[in-house]
């Protein structure tokens, strides 16, 4: 392409209301649209001319030698459009942001330039915001699936342990969908006696029963034109999965009491922490009704897979249970935790900081206020290999990294083993403290 070429590209992606960049081969900026100006560039310095990867990440290589996925590099690869998440510099700090790359070839059919299409994931924070927070890969790769999906019209199963955040992901869905502007109807699976489940879930007409004095409203026509959100999903019994299947399968359903069909339109999301594929084989839960709530599966990971996401999780969780006074966590007590295997994931990350901001007398929460988890970091602190200011959960984090590499003796390989996260980000996180 020429230059001429170029501006004329440009001209006409300033016409469009995403925020787009042109790429050259070599992962220089040859353009940006206004958009991507107004939500992507702070304007302290020009954006043509740079690497996409320093701008986007402030890496000095390529995305793939920094240990992420580069769309430039497999787009270049296959020849095909790539879609990725990753989380980029803004200027309201890191975002999950959505990148698709489309190549542009020239008229030997050589690609020469790509287009790079990004947008906001706000159903995620990368920072101590929101609901649903995360920066690990594994908390990455949860959601890239959540926003291919969510646009879909595709029924969804979240698979994963209990306490790993399911109605979280279950609401990003729906915020994220064409559905949005409907109701997200929860429906407690596990909770529902056997011999209410079909007039709650479907309602019912006056006089079906005893003590039916009016037409009740289900939960399945509560959720019109919105997301039907059945929770623990597996608990349904047996003889009941069959009135959920036909409802699935025709789209149709009656009243408690009823006799005309009446018309769903809702989109479902399902979830459950038991292992439905053994449920069918054991003849527990139908095989029919679990391939059809199965069209898009999503494993969510649990807290022992994205431990990187502790120190992130336990600032959110400190703003919520922190009424009064802000409350910081030791750097003695966050290694403690992060040699923790969390059965009970998020939800017991929870209730154990919330007991210790109880038991604390101040604004620091010390191995002592977590009892049976945090003896051996009690103990460090009475050696004194730990830390009595208040500090930002950064500066404990870069404290505690300096005292490990002088104490340690650990190559990085075993230490980064050994504090629960990957190899990658633990050179990330040195990177840091030597430039700090």
């Known amino acids: 392409m020429t230059a001429a070429t170029i501006s004329q590209l440009m001209s006409f992606l300033d016409t469009l209301p995403e925020p787009r960049i042109v790429l050259n081969r070599d992962y220089t900026i040859a353009g940006a649209n206004r958009a991507y100006l107004a939500h992507y560039h702070a304007g302290e310095q020009p954006v043509a001319g740079r690497h996409c990867y320093e701008v986007s990440h402030h890496f000095r290589r390529p995305c793939d030698e920094e240990g992420e ?33 489309t190549p542009i070839s020239n008229a030997q059919g050589e690609i020469e330039y790509f287009v790079e299409m990004i947008h906001t994931v706000r159903a995620a924070s990368a920072t101590a915001t929101g609901e649903l927070v995360g920066r690990s890969p594994a908390f990455s790769r949860m959601l890239e699936q959540v926003m291919r999906v969510a646009p879909a ?94 409802l699935l399968e025709t789209g149709t359903y009656r009243r408690v009491g009823g006799v005309e069909p009446l018309r769903s339109d809702f989109r479902l999301v399902a979830a ?27 494993l969510l990971p649990s807290l022992r897979e994205r431990m990187e996401d502790l120190p992130l999780l336990m600032e959110v969780l400190l703003k919520r249970v922190s009424t009064d006074h802000a409350l910081s966590i030791h750097p003695a007590t966050q290694l403690c935790l992060s040699h923790y295997e969390f059965p009970g ?42 830390f009595s200011e208040i500090m930002t959960l950064e500066e404990m984090e870069h404290s505690y990294l300096e005292w490990q590499l002088r104490h340690s003796g650990l190559g990085r390989k075993e230490l980064a083993e050994r504090l629960g996260v990957s190899e990658r980000t633990l050179f990330r996180k040195l990177g840091k403290l030597a430039t700090s």
């Open 69 to 101: 996925s580069c769309p430039l590099k497999t787009s270049l690869q296959t020849g095909q459009p790539h879609r990725v998440l990753h989380i980029h510099h803004t200027p309201r700090g890191d975002e999950h942001v959505d990148v698709e790359l």
């Open 272 to 298: 459950t922490h038991r292992d439905l594929k053994k449920m069918v084989s054991e003849g527990k839960f139908r095989q029919d009704l679990f391939y059809r709530i199965s069209t898009f599966p999503i």
């Open 153 to 246: 019209h595709a029924d969804v199963l979240l698979l994963g342990e209990s306490g790993t955040g399911k109605e979280l992901v279950a609401q990003a869905v729906h915020d994220a969908s064409q559905r949005s502007l409907g109701p997200f109807v929860v429906v407690d699976c596990s909770s529902l006696p056997e011999n209410l489940f079909e007039s709650e879930l479907f309602g019912y007409e006056k006089g079906a029963f005893s003590g039916a004095h009016q037409r009740k409203q289900g939960l399945v026509e509560a959720a019109k034109s919105g997301t039907l959100f059945l929770d623990e999903v597996g608990d349904i019994p047996l003889n009941l999965q069959v009135k959920l299947l036909r």
């Open 345 to 386: 994931n998020i939800r017991e990350l929870r209730n154990l900081i919330e007991r210790a901001s109880l038991l604390a007398d101040g604004d620091v929460l010390l191995p002592e206020h977590f009892p049976g988890l945090c003896e051996e970091g009690q103990q460090a602190i009475r050696s004194g290999h730990g």
